[in-house]
């Protein structure tokens, strides 16, 4: 595997960033479309995908790119498979709230299990632009700015003592067994929710805690996309010190069975996490 290749995604996601950030305004509108599992696109859900799948299918050593956005994966070499969520929480346009860019380079062809990942990371959209990246066990938090990339922490951990939860879906869709374990939770932690799981994520690396899409009744697989969320997700969060959980297994372990397939997410502290697993067995 070619580092020049992992640097060359890395630069050319962190470089599109600043440029998706600032193509936003004027794009906050539905697209007449919808993706491949089913959800209204936003007209910069398909700008940004465009965007990106130019850019990275062009780089040597990039074989195939897969998004969210787009039904089938894009063949364009010999090398690394390159799969993107480009606006992930992007119906938080319309409030105007943070969202996210999510991105996994796996060395198999897509679909493929999370065991595959080289490296992951995200772009937070917050008041100012971030990137957290993660590669061989470390986790590395940059400000993205007139694309420039600067470091601002090395070696991300989740802190220790667990703050913050986070649980998508609506508590009557919630099973029993999340519930029980939800209703613990929150006499522990204080909730912060906002809607774009990269926000939620990223408020849980930096203060400790837990964030959960769950599988719900009569959805058991939840909504979260195993390739380009739940997967890129699990990779940074288990590099940081943390656990990701299928409800049984690490996200990573789990087999993909297509390329929009969707997956229970549950990520956060190891003991959160532990007694996740216990109340769901
Ligand atoms: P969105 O539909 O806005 O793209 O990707 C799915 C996602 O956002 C996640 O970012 C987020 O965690 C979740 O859906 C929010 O779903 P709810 O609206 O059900 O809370």
Redesign the pocket.
């Known amino acids: 595997m070619s580092d020049d290749v992992l640097e060359g995604v890395v630069s050319t996601i962190a470089r599109s960033a600043t440029e998706i950030r600032q193509g936003l305004v004027g794009r906050r509108g539905k697209a007449d479309t919808e993706n491949p599992s089913g959800?209204t696109q936003a007209e910069a859900d398909v700008w940004a995908d465009d965007v990106l799948a130019e850019r990275l299918s062009a780089i040597d050593g990039v074989g195939e790119y897969a998004s969210?956005e787009r039904t089938a994966v894009l063949e364009c070499g010999e090398g690394l498979s390159v799969a993107v969520?480009p606006?992930?929480?992007?119906?938080?346009l319309e409030s105007n709230n943070a969202?996210?860019t999510v991105f996994a380079v796996y060395e198999e062809p897509l679909p493929a299990p999370g065991t595959a990942i080289v490296a992951a990371g995200y772009v937070l959209y917050g008041p100012i632009t971030t990137m957290m990246y993660a590669r061989d066990g470390r986790v590395t938090e940059y400000e993205l700015g007139g694309g420039e990339r600067t470091t601002v922490r090395e070696d991300v951990t989740l802190p220790e003592t667990p703050i913050v939860y986070g649980f998508?879906?609506?508590v009557p869709d919630w099973t029993d067994e999340f519930e029980a374990y939800a209703r613990e939770i929150e006499s522990e932690l204080k909730l912060r929710?906002g809607?774009?799981?990269?926000g939620?994520v990223n408020q849980v690396l930096t203060y400790g805690g837990v964030f959960a899409?769950p599988g719900l009744e009569g959805r058991p697989e939840g909504?979260?996309?195993l390739q380009f969320?739940g997967n890129p997700i699990g990779y940074v969060v288990e590099a940081a010190g943390g656990r990701s959980s299928d409800g049984e297994r690490s996200v990573l372990e789990v087999e993909p069975e297509g390329l929009h397939q969707r997956v229970p997410v549950h990520v956060g502290d190891g003991e959160l996490i532990d007694r996740l697993e216990d109340r769901l067995e």
């Open positions: 959800e969210e969520d606006l992930d929480g992007s119906s938080n969202m996210g998508g879906g609506r929710y809607g774009a799981m990269i939620d899409y909504k979260l996309r969320e």
